[in-house]
């Protein structure tokens, strides 16, 4: 079967046996498979000596082609997204909600990757990071079960609840790729009230025609940084309500010294960061989505698996707004 690998650091498309059922978990025939930002982050970073240890793409949308009879929750036939670490839900980061930080989610993944025909899952992602999707939803929309359960996670470390009365409140998200508007539609599915900025004049607009604006000379409540520039954190500060939030959602090449730590004591700013998602987060995704309460139609640019490379340097030089491999 066919599967992506990087080799030189670059992407290529290698075969490789399909991985054997072995009486757990399941086999998956992968229909398609998002590329995150975190794909383009591994690749750009990689190195000869790290590339073997990466494994590309993880906003999988498939159909369950082999699974335990036994199983009361799947079957063969499901059309399911999933993500791809799971926690062990007994160690004290489990215990203490911090899942993302749990030794076995970060070692925890799917083989052999995301843009495979086929990927193998055990029974632990069955039980916590993979859902049945909704025949309405197109392939490229059930594929953000996984971004969406980030964006979630994000939204409720900055102290939302979901289906409370959030609408006093409002958050500003700066940087409006694929990831930043997800967030904004997150936040309006949490009925906050929700506006983004970009430096990019085209990502403005598609936000604008979502509904959502940009006031300059608003304060916000709280701030979520998903634009992956430094740069960004100045916006943050100078948009935030003394006392308010920044929520860190993104990495970032250059990394700032000394974060402003006057303004953030004498202001009581609170600095929060969040990674990935909570088994919770997951759950509320697929619902949020399967019932299109969080629309994420005519996102997508579509690509074969042959032209993954394609989509990648597309990406990285933001001609498209996000990348759907069909498999």
Request: hydrophobic share 35%.
């Amino acid at each position: 079967m066919k599967t992506a690998k990087l080799i030189n650091r670059k992407v290529e498309i290698i075969n490789v046996e399909k991985p054997e059922f072995e009486g757990s978990g399941a086999i998956i025939k992968v229909l398609g498979c998002g590329l995150c930002g975190s794909d383009l982050v591994k690749i750009k970073h990689a190195t000869i000596e790290t590339e073997k240890n990466i494994v590309l793409g993880h906003e999988v949308v498939g159909v369950i082609q082999e699974i335990n009879p036994s199983n009361k929750t799947f079957k063969t036939g499901d059309i399911v997204a999933l993500g791809h670490h799971y926690p062990c839900m007994e160690c004290e980061y489990c215990k203490n909600g911090s899942t993302s930080m749990c030794r076995t989610f970060k070692k925890s993944n799917i083989f052999p990757s995301g843009f495979s025909e086929y990927i193998k899952v055990d029974d632990n992602h069955l039980k916590y990071t993979v859902y049945k999707m909704s025949d309405e939803l197109e392939n490229d929309e059930k594929a953000f079960l996984e971004p969406l359960s980030c964006c979630i996670r994000a939204i409720r470390r900055a102290g939302f609840k979901y289906n409370e009365n959030n609408k006093k409140f409002s958050a500003l998200v700066i940087g409006l790729g694929s990831i930043g508007l997800l967030m904004l539609k997150g936040l309006r599915a949490f009925n906050v009230q929700a506006f983004g900025f970009d430096i990019n004049a085209e990502r403005m607009k598609i936000a604008l025609d979502d509904g959502f604006s940009f006031d300059e000379n608003k304060k916000y409540d709280v701030v979520f940084l998903t634009a992956g520039n430094s740069k960004a954190i100045d916006s943050a500060l100078k948009s935030v309500i003394d006392g308010g939030k920044i929520i860190v959602f993104s990495s970032v090449d250059d990394d700032i010294k000394g974060f402003s730590n006057n303004e953030i004591y004498y202001r009581e700013l609170s600095i929060i960061s969040s990674y990935s998602p909570h088994p919770a987060d997951l759950k509320l995704s697929s619902e949020l989505l399967n019932r299109k309460k969080v629309v994420v139609s005519n996102l997508s640019t579509h690509y074969s698996l042959d032209n993954l490379a394609h989509a990648v340097d597309d990406s990285f030089n933001n001609r498209i707004f996000k990348a759907y491999i069909e498999i």
